[in-house]
């Protein structure tokens, strides 16, 4: 590094402030600095990332030929967002995964200054095709564009061609160029058309604009959106796909059955607030409409798929196992400066199922099952008593890199707290800043303080609190990241969500995945989700342990809790010609 580079740097971290990045801000000179030195403190174990370099978005996921592909929005030359091209790996599993060569970069009019996110639509005969948007000029004028493999019969796909009639799609006068991307996964309808999403704004309605086509290149723009809504900015990233209201498979996006066995989900991520919202509604296709069920709330306060650092996802159908999965980028939440040091930045979910819970009223996720391969020593309690003030530590496992599995039962809820009319029935965080683990309530808070440090100076807790409303239980789940690291200025907030549970049986199940700087967890067997990046100083490695307590009057009976060390998943590169590289029989 030369001297004036590395003072440039160290003068731009002196006057960075900490917070959340967004994905499209630009660090211009500083997009292909090299790191510092590269920490590896925080690198996950299981969750995917790359060896160093800059990750956002899951773009395209699908399956072929014996291989699940992943691409994502990737900056092969430095750890902050800029010089995006598809990054591209392949798995057998959807655990282990093996780094191809980039699947798309810039390099024709249509996409010169930017190729990004999109989605993969499997065509009849088995024929990826991929659509993605392409920046034209530095004003950000976006279109959507397509790539075909140059080889189907090679299973990793490894190379893409960009036709020359591209872009397929080009915005008209009356939309707004610098909001107009993230075309989504086709289906085909009844009447024999291609249908695709465009994610755009009309000044502050989020839209997703359709497009028809009978032949996948010629499009045109439906006279109408298929949604929109208002005072919410712009819509990135959307997905559509139908779930099924009995049975336990998903469904492929072009799957329409009768209107009393499906719903479909509608998901937008919102530029203003960095997170995924979803509504639960009608798809009608005859007139190519959706329309939320009554009891969703559309945009700002709706339902989120994870109520943490979870942005972008992108689902699709898997053939093989007759399911939806769905991943999403987890960004890093220290400085850009950190992202520097340690010469990476960006992880993704462990990926994920998507059901419809029996109420309808929402959605569950729960990891693949392939993750359990991972699992090995494990460490078991059963029928543990926990009184006010009280934890029990979980000894025996990699408190760092773990998987555990919890039930928490109580006998009655007539120490529940009493819900204030005057809380946001639509802000969990806030409750759960004001309501932390270690404000004593009645029922809760209780659950499990990850990450923790010997001395309870760093610890990661994820908790439920109940509440007691005039005619029902509350259930606040909190990710609580305040007390997570000792490293002043980080951003650590106090995620949380509702959980829409029935409490008859006086039960409450938490999944947490611990892995190093992420902590996954799933309250209620998927109802409600959240994700914390978290950097502890002390509560690492060797040094982190793992408790269960409870901070209320009310005595909480650990059930039973499973807890598992988690080895590593592989990472491997293939380059484009190797020899070495796993046949797909393998």
């Not at 610098?178 to 502050?204: C, M, N, S």
Request: proline letters at 5%; glycine letters at 6%.
């Amino acid at each position: 590094m030369f001297p004036w580079v590395l003072l440039e740097f160290l003068l731009f971290c002196f006057a960075t402030n900490y917070g959340v990045e967004a994905s499209h801000e630009v660090y211009t000179s500083l997009q292909s600095l090299s790191a510092v030195n590269v920490k590896q403190v925080y690198r996950t174990g299981f969750h995917f990332h790359l060896e160093k370099n800059w990750i956002n978005d899951p773009n395209g996921p699908l399956y072929y030929k014996g291989f699940y592909h992943l691409f994502y929005q990737y900056n092969p030359e430095g750890a902050v967002w800029r010089n995006i091209v598809w990054g591209h790996s392949v798995s057998k599993d959807l655990i282990n995964w093996k780094k191809l060569e980039p699947a798309i970069f810039p390099s024709k009019t249509f996409d010169k200054y930017g190729c990004w996110s999109g989605s993969a639509t499997v065509l009849p005969g088995n024929k990826p095709i991929i659509l993605y948007t392409g920046v034209v000029d530095e004003n950000i004028t976006e279109v959507q564009n397509y790539a075909v493999p140059a080889d189907y019969s090679d299973p990793y796909l490894r190379k893409w061609i960009k036709p020359d009639n591209n872009p397929l799609i080009v915005a008209d006068e009356s939309m707004n160029t610098t909001a107009f991307r993230d075309p989504t996964t086709a289906w085909l309808g009844q009447d024999g058309r291609w249908k695709i999403l465009v994610g755009g704004r009309r000044k502050h309605r989020g839209i997703v604009f359709l497009y028809r086509s009978r032949d996948f290149m010629n499009w045109v723009k439906a006279k109408h959106p298929l949604h929109s809504c208002a005072n919410t900015g712009n819509w990135e990233c959307p997905d559509f796909f139908p779930v099924s209201l009995h049975g336990t498979n998903g469904l492929d996006t072009s799957s329409l059955m009768e209107e009393n066995k499906i719903k479909h989900v509608l998901k937008v991520s919102l530029d203003e607030t960095r997170y995924d919202y979803y509504t639960l509604g009608t798809y009608f296709p005859q007139k190519d409409r959706y329309i939320p069920d009554k009891n969703m709330v559309d945009g700002l306060r709706g339902l989120r798929y994870d109520y943490g650092d979870f942005y972008a996802s992108k689902s699709f159908f898997d053939p093989i196992k007759k399911r939806r999965i769905m991943w999403a980028w987890a960004n890093e939440s220290d400085t850009v400066c950190d992202d520097l040091r340690k010469g990476w930045a960006g992880i993704q979910t462990i990926p994920r199922t998507i059901l419809i819970d029996p109420n309808g009223r929402q959605l569950l996720q729960w990891p693949v099952e392939e993750l359990e391969t991972l699992r090995r020593e494990k460490v078991e309690l059963r029928e543990k008593k926990l009184k006010k003030g009280e934890h029990v530590e979980v000894k025996g496992i990699t408190a760092a890199q773990a998987d555990v599995e919890v039930t928490f039962s109580f006998h009655c809820l007539d120490k529940a707290e009493k819900y204030d009319s005057s809380w946001d029935e639509h802000d969990a965080q806030k409750l759960c800043s004001q309501k932390g683990s270690t404000v004593q309530g009645g029922v809760g808070p209780f659950g499990l303080l990850t990450l923790a440090s010997h001395d309870l100076k760093e610890y990661t807790p994820v908790f439920f609190r109940i509440f007691k409303a005039n005619s029902k239980h509350v259930v606040l789940m909190c990710s609580d990241e305040s007390s997570s690291s000792l490293e002043e200025g980080l951003y650590k907030p106090s995620f949380a969500g509702f959980v829409d549970v029935d409490l008859t049986d006086k039960k409450l199940s938490l999944r947490s995945l611990i892995d190093h700087s992420v902590v996954e967890s799933f309250g209620a067997g998927g109802k409600t989700c959240i994700t914390s990046r978290v950097y502890p100083t002390l509560a690492i490695y060797e040094n982190a342990h793992l408790h269960a307590f409870t901070n209320g009057t009310a005595t909480i009976i650990i059930e039973k809790l499973d807890a598992w060390s988690m080895k590593s998943s592989r990472i491997m590169l293939i380059c484009m010609h190797s020899t070495t590289a796993l046949k797909p029989s393998e």
